[in-house]
């Protein structure tokens, strides 16, 4: 099994690795050019976003096809997602991410065009389209429609089920002590309740939730920012040039450069959105609207509203918040006398250790507590004699210190030494000190943001899974797909299995490719469409 994951990452690695990155920007940049920067209609498409009246053929309104697109890409990678980003590549990686947001807006609205124009009314009625019947109608390759949509049926299993609903299982156990199966059967019996009335339900149950957990997610992050209002030129003035220069090292922070603020702030923030993708245009097919290109419109709204207002503002907060330049010291595990004197320190900020203000002896008797297991030794400045001793005590592989397997004598030499580092912060420890500024209510309203936004990605992502089940084998998979989908965020609540896991994120990452095919061989379709309703002043015919 651990082959079979290290098999699995290495191909989750390439698959979501530069070739991949380079083609959706660029389908981004040029989708841009080609459409006359498409953005610049961001206000109308807002408007139209808001109207709820039925406006045409379809199973939804325009609002609820956007809300369900919504629900499915506001998630974890919205709040842990980004704090990874910046503790990976930086603070230059916020507006590398951002860049994603405002040039993606062109594919969503391309790909949400197409699906419009090239949807099917099915024999009961309902509405069907997104890239697998654009593949098929618009290209005439069924093989590439069928390819798509069999791994997309994959990917919901995995991106939009069971990782989302273990994320929250192991969230309330954490906050709450809350048992994994409680959580899990809950989770699965109010997916039964909305998952079961077909996208009518799906739909009804993202307009209640998405607007609301938006609203009030993006209300703590602007208390946050008030908070701290002095701090932020400087730290939009650190996500510009890092950005451009890299990010040196600071505090408990390891540094990045500019590859790395760009690899991962592009990364994170075609994840989060997903546009190029293919998933949204699934259920933008389901609208009620005159033409194509009113519901192409408001589709493109909701990258917007993911990476251009949610990821960014979650990016801000954090690096205005400080707290990704601390340390990943596990303050909860540590004996009470050790915590004591660690928050009785001057080097004790924002709930955690500025390791660069850390005096030698409370580093030595962090390292003697069993603080950091693991440390970073950085070749060029670490003293040498320590060093060989290390590796002659098998304590250091790969610029890595087990600090357990270190000789007891040895732990105080370290403790005076520079040129080590703890490891850097994970994302979700950035996010919650970040929310921990805000009294009592922090971790409570951090908590309800991540259960409403995982929850609604259940559900966005279940009508995606179906919609493509039912492309491959006819409506006859539908009831079927629905009672397994329950029966996978129980399962997936109590359960880690990894390589199903990765297995669907390259699922995800390989349902881009034929998707944008059909933008590149069809942008004269696309470009058609625009000049026809758009650029001649037809947008409310039909």
Known sequence: MADLERILDLISGYVWGAPLLILLFGTHLFLTVRLRFIQRYLGQAIRLSLQRSKEGEGDISQFGALTTALAATIGTGNIVGVATAVAAGGPGAILWMWLTGVFGISTKYAEALLAVKYRVTTPDGQMAGGPMYVLERGLHQRWLGWLFALLTAVAAFGIGNMVQANSIA????????????????????????????GIKWISRACEALVPFMACAYVAGCLYLLLMHLDRIPASLALIVTGAFSGTAMTGGFLGAGVAQAIRFGIARGLFSNESG?????????????????????????????????????????????????????????????????VEASPAFQHGGLDFDKAPPDLRTALLAGGAWPTVTVLPASFPPALREAAIAAGALRDDTLTVASLPVELVADLGQAEGWRPPPQE?????????????????????????????????????????????????????????LWVVSVLIGSMVTLKAVWTFADIANGLMAVPNLITLLALNHVILAETRTYLWEGRLDEA
């Not at 990016?315 to 596990?330: A, D, E, F, R």
């Not at 209510?441 to 908590?447: N, W």
């Open 427 to 483: 994302g979700s420890v950035l996010t919650r000190t970040a929310f921990a500024d805000i009294p009592v209510v922090g971790p409570l309203v951090l908590s309800l943001g991540l259960l409403t936004f995982v929850f609604s990605t259940i559900l966005g992502w279940e009508y995606y899974g179906e919609k493509a089940a039912e492309y491959l084998l006819g409506s006859r998979v539908i009831l079927p797909y629905r009672l």
């Open 277 to 341: 993708l293919g998933s949204a245009p699934i259920v933008a097919a389901a609208a009620q609207t005159r033409n194509p290109v009113r519901q192409a419109l408001v589709s493109s709204t909701g990258t917007f509203w993911d990476t251009v207002v949610v990821c960014a503002m979650t990016g801000l907060v954090i690096v205005n918040s400080q707290s990704w330049t601390l340390s990943s010291l596990p303050m909860k595990g540590l004996a009470p006398e050790l915590r004591a004197t």
């Open 170 to 197: 192991a969230m309330l156990h954490e906050t709450f002590g809350l048992a994994h199966w409680v959580s899990g059967l809950v989770m699965a019996l109010l997916t039964a309740v909305v998952v079961l009335g």
